[in-house]
């Protein structure tokens, strides 16, 4: 059986690295966690690696955008090997390889024009921005998951049951082709919902009022995903607040938590392909 290594950057203020590390070794993967420097300052390769993720946190304090600053650096510092990170990084995809930010992350890979990419040449199309309610959003949220999503990441998935906790999650998009273009490739693959898995612009159910609902966006090979709710922040049942009223209702019910799907489906598809 192939093994599975997944590599997740830390540093300037990202914070969830352990917790994405757990998810994949839950999930069956290895799991290597290396600060950005490593990479950036001294030459760390990403390519042993079968999956690239940028986790949550605040990096860089947002202190001018979320996500801007360490965008930045991914796309303009040189690396020892005389190129830069997003070069690795194309090469990394034209490998058939997969890269997954969450929060924060999803706000990089928007940034440095990873997502959704719709033209190919790696240029900001939408950005993350302030939410709606003009304050930090720390809720669960239901998410629905496009029908036909291109993303091997939410294979056989409907709806999802996770967390967010940001305060610049509203996606806005740049203009009606862009647009139109995320719905006919439906890159726009994960949607605020509401309790029957309708996707909802009504707050707080869309706790940042991002444009189509979106939670999560793909580019079009399906390799890259970022996603505003947390994954790795729902491994167990246990992590959800209403877990013991649905252990009531369903004493049966799988303790196995709505994120931790997400990790399985990457490292299957990963050992199956």
């Not at 001018?64 to 990084?89: E, H, R, W």
């Not at 999802?160 to 719905?183: C, F, N, S, W």
């Amino acid at each position: 059986m192939k093994q599975v290594n997944a590599l997740i950057i830390t540093g300037f203020g990202i914070n969830c690295e352990e917790e994405m590390a757990a998810a994949y070794r839950l999930a069956g993967a290895e799991a290597a966690i290396v600060h950005a420097n490593d990479i950036l300052v001294d030459g760390f390769s990403i390519h042993a690696f079968d999956i690239l993720n940028f986790p949550g946190g605040f990096s860089f304090g947002d202190d001018i955008a979320s996500g801007k600053v360490m965008a930045n650096k991914i796309l303009y510092k040189t690396l020892p090997s005389g190129q830069t990170f997003i070069d690795d990084i194309r090469k990394f995809l034209a490998d058939g390889k997969f890269v997954l930010g969450v929060c924060n992350g999803f706000q990089m890979l928007v940034k440095m024009g990873l997502l959704p990419n719709i033209g190919g040449n790696i240029a900001q199309e939408v950005t993350l921005t302030r939410n709606v309610s003009g304050k930090f959003e720390d809720r669960w949220c239901r998410c629905t998951v496009t029908p036909n999503a291109k993303t091997p990441f939410l294979n056989g998935l409907d709806t999802l049951y996770l967390p967010v906790r940001h305060g610049e999650g509203q996606l806005v998009i740049k203009d009606d082709a862009t647009r139109q273009a995320i719905l006919e490739k439906t890159l726009n693959c994960l949607s605020y919902a509401d309790e029957q898995g309708n996707p909802t612009a009504d707050y707080p159910l869309n706790p940042n009022g991002s444009e189509l609902n979106c939670a999560g966006l793909t580019d079009p090979t399906g390799q890259v995903l970022g996603m505003m709710p947390h994954p790795e922040a729902c491994l167990s049942l246990y992590n959800r607040p209403d877990w013991a009223r649905l252990k009531r209702e369903q004493p049966g019910i799988s303790e196995e938590g709505d994120g931790l799907k997400i990790f399985k489906n990457i490292v299957a598809h990963i050992r199956t392909r």
